[in-house]
Every structure is written in C-alpha cells, then in structure tokens.
C-alpha cells in the first residue's frame, strides 16, 4: 500500500510540474493593415482628379490594376489619399484606422526623376511627424517617370514609440508605383 500511495504521489508531483511549466503563450505581435486599393486625389483649381492602384487579390495573383498619373506642368495640386480592403464586404476603409493610429503610419513619396513632381504631406501626428494622407504636389515642366507611394508602419516597440520620421524604422504595409505623365 505505501508504494501504491508512492507513486499515487510521484505521479500527481509529475502532472502538477508539467501543468505548471506551461510554456507562455507569446503575445499577439500587431500585423500590418490589408491594402488592396490605394487612391490618390489630386486637386487643382477646384478640379478632382483620382488615380489608383487596385490588388483585390492580393500579391501573387493577377497582376494588380495601376492608372496612370496625368497631370498638368508648373502646378501645384492638393492631394489627399484613400487607402481600402476592398476583399471584405463591407469595404473596409483604412484610411481612417490610419488617421487614428498616425502615429504609427509615415507616407514616403519618391519621384523618379525626382525633377518631375515635388509630393510634400501636409499632415502630422502628435508628435510632429508627418504622416501623408494629405499633401502637397507641385509638378514641374513636362515629362513622364514614377510616382512610387511607400506606406511605413512603424508601431510602438516596448510600449515606447519609434516614429521619428526616418523611412528606414518599422515594416511596409503598401509599395506601389504609378506611372506619372506631366503635359
């Protein structure tokens, strides 16, 4: 009876040391937002003028939908963006979980070459920073290149924010490029 009771006990020892050495589970990291539709909203002189890049099937599939960017020399526009999923229905509009979370989200625009349209945000976060959902464009003389759009989600790392400005910080949520055509 006392070795029945012995290895009663040696196993209730063991299960409660595997139970209690439970590996922790790791936390959940934040993932990056599902963009299927970028659109850029250039205005000038009261005119609208969308262009956008639309992906509903996301990377790898079909090859993804780009307008071209036309726009009219030696002008400066006011340009807003709108960033969807259009995967779900209803459309998720990420644009405004972008404009809550600013502080985490930096815009970069690239002109290639870089003399064919100037893209400035005019928009800042909490702590200065720009953010790009709202700019400026100024274009130059006539010509074509690229108008590359670059989405950086730089969250906060240990609770302490990283956004600083710098392009270089964080994970890519959106890179695309729109062929530009100034005349």
């Known amino acids: 009876m006392k070795s029945t009771k012995k290895i009663f006990l040696m196993s209730l020892l063991a299960t409660s040391l595997v139970v209690g050495c439970k590996k922790d589970e ?101 702590r200065g920073f720009n953010v790009g959902l709202a700019a400026s464009a100024m274009t130059m003389s006539a010509g074509t290149g690229k108008l590359q759009v670059v989405l950086h989600h730089q969250p906060p790392v240990g609770g302490k924010p990283i956004k600083n400005g710098s392009f270089t910080l964080g994970s890519t949520d959106v890179d695309v490029s729109f062929e530009v055509e100034i005349k």
């Open 26 to 126: 790791p936390s959940p990291t934040e993932d990056n937002e599902l963009i299927t539709t970028v659109r850029l909203k250039f205005t000038e002189s009261g005119i609208t003028t969308s262009f956008a890049f639309k992906d509903l099937d996301g990377a790898g599939g079909n090859p993804p939908v780009i307008d071209k960017i036309s726009l009219k020399p030696n002008k400066i526009y006011t340009v807003s963006l709108e960033i969807l999923d259009e995967s779900k229905t209803p459309i998720v509009n990420t644009t405004n979980d972008i404009q809550s979370k600013k502080d985490e989200h930096l815009f970069e625009f690239v002109s290639t070459p870089a003399t064919l349209i100037m893209v400035t945000p005019t928009d800042k976060d909490s």
